[in-house]
């Protein structure tokens, strides 16, 4: 089992419509990205949040520490958004700080239809 | 634009052939650390180097080695290289290693074993 898991995999969605991507962790964390990827390759941080709920624009990222697990939200959605989404958790190392490397889960491959 | 410069964008070599990734950080970064992602993995944490100093070691192949220079500037040495090792070869730099930074990643190279 993967320590970072995301659901769903794939996700085709009309304009407008409201989204949903959730990422559930088993190991203790620090933090949590939400990255983007693009067709081309290129990853953007979207999000990092290590309680409660953070928004910027159409995006947000809520994330409960005790049931491990965030979600993604985009709402009034885009084509534009079509991409790659992908949650990573920065492991909390046994001395309580992190090392700063990132586990990532599998990615969820977002198709927006005009 | 995320600040982190990773060159080259392509490279397409053989097996048995050793080649070296360059990314340089984002002012300001001192830490650096390089992900591969392949088709059938996903995204991989390799290595993670603060201001000079090894910090973090994932799940890299004895074949690579990296080095973080005075100027921060970072190198991953792929050596013997086999097919397996295709994939897109991520940099991402954030400013300390042990805090919650957020990371930022450059473009990526794309490394095409024929």
């Known amino acids: 089992k993967n320590e970072v898991e995301q659901s769903p995999q794939n996700l085709t969605a009309q304009e407008g419509e409201f989204i949903t991507i959730n990422c559930s962790y088993s190991?203790?964390?620090?933090?949590l990205h939400w990255l983007q990827q693009h067709p081309g390759g290129g990853i953007v941080s979207l999000f990092m949040l290590s309680s409660g709920k953070k928004k910027h624009g159409r995006l947000i990222a809520t994330i409960n520490i005790q049931e491990k697990h965030s979600s993604l939200h985009i709402t009034a959605s885009h084509p534009r958004d079509s991409a790659v989404y992908i949650c990573?958790?920065?492991?909390?190392?046994?001395?309580?700080?992190?090392?700063?490397?990132?586990?990532f889960g599998k990615g969820t491959k977002l198709s927006v239809k005009p | 634009d995320s600040g982190v410069t990773q060159t080259p964008k392509h490279l397409i070599t053989a097996t048995g052939q050793r080649v070296t990734l360059r990314c340089s950080p984002r002012s300001g970064d001192l830490s650096v650390y390089w992900y591969q992602q392949s088709l059938d993995q996903g995204l991989q944490f390799l290595i993670q180097y603060y201001n000079g100093e090894e910090r973090a070691k994932g799940n890299i192949l004895e074949r690579f080695s990296a080095q973080q220079f005075p100027d921060l500037h970072s190198e991953l040495n792929l050596s013997s290289l086999e097919l397996g090792d295709s994939a897109l070869y991520f940099c991402?730099?954030?400013?300390?290693?042990?805090?919650?930074?957020?990371?930022?990643f450059g473009d990526g190279t794309r490394l095409s074993i024929l």
């Open positions: 190991v203790g964390i620090s933090a």
């Open positions: 990573a958790a920065l492991l909390r190392m046994n001395y309580g700080g992190s090392q700063g490397n990132l586990i």
């Open positions: 991402a730099s954030s400013k300390s290693g042990v805090s919650y930074q957020p990371q930022h």
